[in-house]
């Protein structure tokens, strides 16, 4: 029977055992910190001798060899001296120490093992923690399960090993991380591996490269994407899709430059707050640029170029426009995590009677867009301001902020949209929904963000006269439905495995002629394909039919056409889809009817 405990406990428990059985097989290994984490846990070592991932077996049994002795998890609290003194040959315990003592707060350790060997401190301050009779000791806040029987020896896993810098700081040594994927059962913890399995399959950059659809090279930089052909028709296709989607909404495009002066990120307040995430300015006559982080202070200046009117409100102005943002090295990950991207954004301007109308329809369009591409499973973070720190993180007084919130929360209600509230989740002028979407995997992304914004109005001194002939100040709602090209692409190459639906694939058809009679036969069926504007390939190899029809299958191609002698005498083409699919002999003008209707509705 399956036992209730707290997870985050059962999975900092065996943090523990994973550090004490490290230190049993390695006893001049110095552990450093080991939390639970989601789906498990991990504890960082630095180690005399390095270990490998053929270690990990060893490891994992020499944690099962000790379970079974473990009968507490016993607080014992001591002074920030005497800790410093039990854990006087591990340095970076002592750093941790000094810092909590400089904070006044008191120092807990935790034993695990036997109870008769529990250690009292004056044992403790005697023979240090690496000789006690038996368990393991640790400098520790608490959170363990109540009895170590709680843990399933068959519930846990370690799973890999890693590199990580002590304190997540590259000016720091280089550390040994090894994870643990825990549950509370056997049948959970298959479970999760099989989900990882197939999330690796899945893995964007394998099929990124494996499809053609983008490369990096070091020689342009880290995290600058190059889009390939195949990448650069997924690219297309999605914007088109939204330009013409916005188009029907009521929006309007504009299109905005790459760098900007400083003065326009002093007017936004991105100087100093956000420059850490800038690349370095570029110096041109004397003055100071940037690459662009964001495109809404360009934007602003377009609304500002001329007056405006109540009656010219809302002002949509959309735009996919590309922007900078310095991430940290260790931080790049494929398209997810990048430092150049092409954002699909938008920018209304409203009064403030047309505010909730107008962020429910945006709320519409993620709907719209979402249901299009097969996703299922999305909510909305809604981040608000912290209230332990109203005034040093954020910008604005309490009225404005008070006033987005309220406007926020009655539209995401309207909406019945799923979301949850985070404190201390908001951007440094306004609260912000966060938008997070999951494959069919079960890995979720936060894709975009939709923010009610009274700040920079004020910054950008932005008006419209309104039907009592007084200036006032618009409202502004920032969105991005489709999230950037790179994180959407990344997306939705994990959530289709790489099978693209036929609009975005981007080699909806392959022509395979079974041999070289056939050919001129299939060239007028690729050239009518081309001619429709069905995006299609001709295999007039000399490859076996097989070898033909594997290669469209590793290529994700959506459909092939299989021409052979009685195609050839019937004016026809045998169609074959990707999934499994025999769709018989068909004319060439029937199909591209068929092929149209799909790309038409999207499936």
């Not at 609260?431 to 009610?452: C, F, H, N, R, W």
């Not at 990344?490 to 392959?510: M, N």
Request: charge should be neutral; glycine fraction near 8%.
């Amino acid at each position: 029977m399956k036992k209730e405990v707290d997870i985050s406990n059962l999975r900092h428990s065996l943090a523990h055992l994973l550090g004490a059985a490290v230190l049993d097989l390695y006893p001049d290994a110095k552990n450093t910190i080991g939390p639970s984490i989601e789906n498990g846990f991990y504890y960082d070592f630095d180690f005399t001798v390095p270990i490998g991932e053929a270690d990990l077996a060893k490891i994992e049994e020499r944690m099962r060899e000790i379970l079974p002795s473990w009968e507490v998890f016993k607080e014992i609290e001591v002074t920030s001296e005497e800790a410093k003194e039990i854990f006087s040959d591990n340095p970076y315990k002592i750093e941790l120490i000094n810092e909590h003592a400089s904070d006044g707060k008191k120092i807990t350790l935790y034993y695990s093992g036997p109870k008769k060997h529990i250690p009292s401190k004056e044992s403790l301050l005697k023979a240090k923690s690496c000789q006690l009779k038996a368990g393991f000791l640790d400098l520790c806040r608490g959170g363990h399960v109540k009895s170590a029987k709680l843990i399933n020896p068959k519930g846990f896993k370690l799973s890999r090993i890693a590199g990580a810098y002590w304190r997540g700081d590259e000016k720091n040594k280089m550390l040994t991380r090894i994870y643990g994927l825990a549950f509370e059962t056997k049948e959970e913890l298959e479970a999760y591996i099989k989900q990882q399995e197939e999330a690796e399959k899945r893995d964007h950059r394998e099929l990124g490269k494996k499809l053609e659809i983008f490369t990096t090279a070091d020689e342009v930089g880290a995290g600058l994407i190059l889009w390939l052909p195949n990448g650069t028709i997924i690219r297309q296709e999605l914007q088109k899709w939204a330009e013409e989607t916005e188009r029907k909404w009521g929006y309007q495009h504009v299109s905005t430059p790459h760098i900007t002066k400083s003065k326009l990120y002093e007017i936004s307040g991105h100087l100093p707050y956000y420059k850490d995430d800038l690349y370095s300015p570029l110096e041109i006559e004397g003055e100071d640029y940037y690459l662009k982080p964001m495109n809404c202070p360009h934007t602003h200046m377009i609304y500002k170029h001329k007056s405006r009117s109540y009656k010219d409100l809302p002002i949509r102005f959309a735009e996919y426009g590309q922007v900078y943002r310095y991430e940290r090295s260790g931080t790049l990950h494929g398209l997810m995590r990048v430092r150049g991207f092409c954002q699909n954004d938008a920018h209304l301007y409203v009064t403030p009677q047309q505010a909730v109308d107008e962020f429910i329809q945006v709320l519409k369009m993620h709907e719209y867009y979402y249901n299009a591409l097969g996703i299922k499973d999305w909510w909305v973070v809604l981040g608000v301001r912290d209230p332990k720190n109203l005034r040093e993180k954020y910008h604005g007084d309490d009225e404005m902020w008070n006033e987005a919130e309220r406007l926020t929360r009655e539209a995401l209600e309207k909406s019945g949209v799923k979301y949850e509230v985070e404190e201390g989740g908001a951007a440094h002028y306004g609260p912000k929904a966060d938008i997070y979407i999951k494959s069919v995997i079960g890995k979720e992304y936060a894709i975009g963000t939709d923010q009610l914004d009274l700040y920079m109005p004020k910054r950008f001194n932005l008006t419209y006269i309104d039907k009592d002939g007084k200036e006032k100040m618009p409202y502004i709602i920032h969105r991005a439905p489709l999230g950037s090209h790179e994180r959407m692409i990344g997306f939705l190459l994990e959530h289709y495995a790489g099978a693209f639906p036929l609009w975005l694939s981007p080699v909806q058809v392959k022509v395979l002629p079974i041999g070289e009679d056939h050919q001129k036969f299939a060239k007028q069926i690729f050239e009518a394909l081309q001619e429709a504007n069905i995006r299609a390939e001709i295999d007039d190899s000399n490859e076996t039919l097989g070898k033909k029809v594997r290669n469209a299958k590793v290529e994700k191609v959506s459909y092939w056409l299989v021409i052979g002698n009685r195609e050839v005498e019937g004016k026809v083409v045998k169609v074959e889809s990707r999934d499994g699919r025999d769709l018989g002999q068909v004319s060439i003008s029937d199909l591209i009817l068929k092929l149209k209707e799909e790309i038409l509705l999207k499936k």
